[in-house]
């Protein structure tokens, strides 16, 4: 091979890789909606499995070995990835509140916030905000810590991986007193499935 076919080759390979975990979070905001998490993330790798099987039967010419191989990889790593920022989000927020009671609501994507039900809810397969417009569920998570006063409302940032200060016009507190039951221990209560 030349190192032009080496590259290109490397480009396919390193497409492959990066589309996999983006596959798997767009069908998950696709179809993951309304089911419980466990059956959600179930779902969600079955058809990343079915997918990578008709990959695998790709010809050739329509799709590189090179591309499949990065896939297979991708997938590989994108479940434990995901597994794994759910326990980072969790502790994150337990982190903000230092030592405080706090709670966090995650959004389902779609209408509302709810309480998160275990650390799986805090996954990127399920935990997005709406995108565009005007929308109550603007935020991907809403944490409140509690201490002196009104409650501090924070949002999670996937672009900065941590719980960022909310201005208090957001609405979210509304949310907060009527939906949310702080503990100084809320997230580390949950199990995992």
């Known amino acids: 091979m030349t190192n032009d076919e080496l590259r290109a080759a490397d480009l396919r390979f390193i497409g492959g890789v990066l589309s996999a975990p ?27 499995i079915a997918a990578s099987a008709l990959l695998a039967r790709a010809k050739p010419e329509l799709l590189p070995k ?33 030592g405080r009671p706090y709670c966090v609501m995650v959004s389902d994507g779609v209408t509302h916030y709810r309480t ?8 990127p397969i399920r935990m997005w905000g ?36 909310v201005r208090s016009s957001s609405g979210l507190g509304r949310l907060c007193a009527t939906d949310c039951l702080p503990a100084t221990d809320f997230t580390t209560q949950l199990s995992w499935f």
């Open 116 to 123: 998160p039900q275990n650390l799986l809810d805090f996954s």
């Open 22 to 48: 983006i596959g798997l979070v767009l069908l998950g905001r696709l179809i993951s909606g309304g089911l419980p998490s466990l059956l959600a993330h179930t779902v969600v790798l079955a058809s990343a």
């Open 66 to 98: 090179s591309f499949r191989m990065g896939w297979a990889l991708g997938l590989a790593l994108s479940m434990p990835l995901a597994v794994w920022a759910s326990h980072f989000v969790a502790d994150a927020a337990h982190r903000r509140a230092a």
């Open 130 to 165: 709406k995108d565009g417009g005007r929308s109550a569920i603007q935020f991907h998570a809403a944490l409140w810590v509690f201490g002196n006063g009104e409650p501090k409302p924070y949002n999670w940032s996937y672009f900065g991986r941590e719980f960022r200060p």
